[in-house]
C-alpha cells in the first residue's frame, strides 16, 4: 500500500458512499450526474451555435463586398439587407438565446442536481463511478491505485 492510498484500496472519503444510503439511490444520482454532463455538452454545442452564427454573418460582409465588386450590387444590397444582422429566431440573436438557457434550463438543471446529492449523499459527487472503479480496477497493480 502506497503512503496515500486508503486501507483496503479503499475510495477517498470524498467519494465514499454515507452510511444507509441505498444501491437505487447512489444509480438515481449518477443517472442525475449523467444527465448533468449531457447537459454540460449541449450547453458547449450551443455556444458552438452563438460562435459559428456569429463567424458566418461577419464572413457574409466578405461575401457582400465581392458582390461590388464584381458588378453584383442587387445581390450585395438583397444580403446586406435580409440577412446581415439578422435575428436567429424572432427577436433574438444568438447571445440572447445563450444568455435564456444559461440562467433558465441550465442554472435551474445544476441546482437541482447540487440540492438532490448534498440532501441525499452528503454532497458526495460521483459515488456510482467511485464505486465502478473499486469494480473494475485491480488491485496493487500500477495505474489503478484508488487515489492519485
Not at 454515507?18 to 449523467?34: H, I, Q
Not at 450590387?73 to 444568455?99: H, P, S
Not at 440532501?119 to 496493487?140: C, M, N, S, V, W
Request: glycine share 10%; charged share 30%; no cysteine.
Amino acid at each position: 500500500m502506497t503512503e496515500r492510498e486508503e486501507p483496503a484500496g479503499r475510495p477517498d472519503p470524498g467519494h465514499r458512499r454515507p452510511e444507509g444510503l441505498d444501491d437505487v439511490t447512489v444509480d438515481a444520482l449518477g443517472r442525475l450526474s449523467k444527465a448533468l454532463e449531457t447537459i454540460h455538452r449541449v450547453r458547449g454545442h450551443l455556444y458552438s451555435f452563438h460562435q459559428l452564427t456569429g463567424t458566418a454573418d461577419f464572413e457574409l460582409d466578405n461575401a457582400v463586398r465581392l458582390l461590388r465588386q464584381a458588378g453584383h450590387d442587387k445581390w450585395a444590397d438583397r444580403i446586406e439587407r435580409e440577412l446581415i444582422g439578422r435575428n436567429v429566431i424572432q427577436g433574438r440573436w444568438t447571445f440572447q438565446i445563450v444568455e435564456e438557457y444559461d440562467d433558465g434550463y441550465y442554472a435551474t438543471f445544476q441546482e437541482l442536481e447540487r440540492q438532490a446529492r448534498n440532501e441525499l449523499a452528503g454532497g458526495r459527487r460521483h459515488l456510482y463511478e467511485a464505486e465502478l472503479k473499486q469494480q473494475r480496477r485491480t488491485p496493487g497493480q500500477p495505474g489503478h491505485e484508488t487515489t492519485p
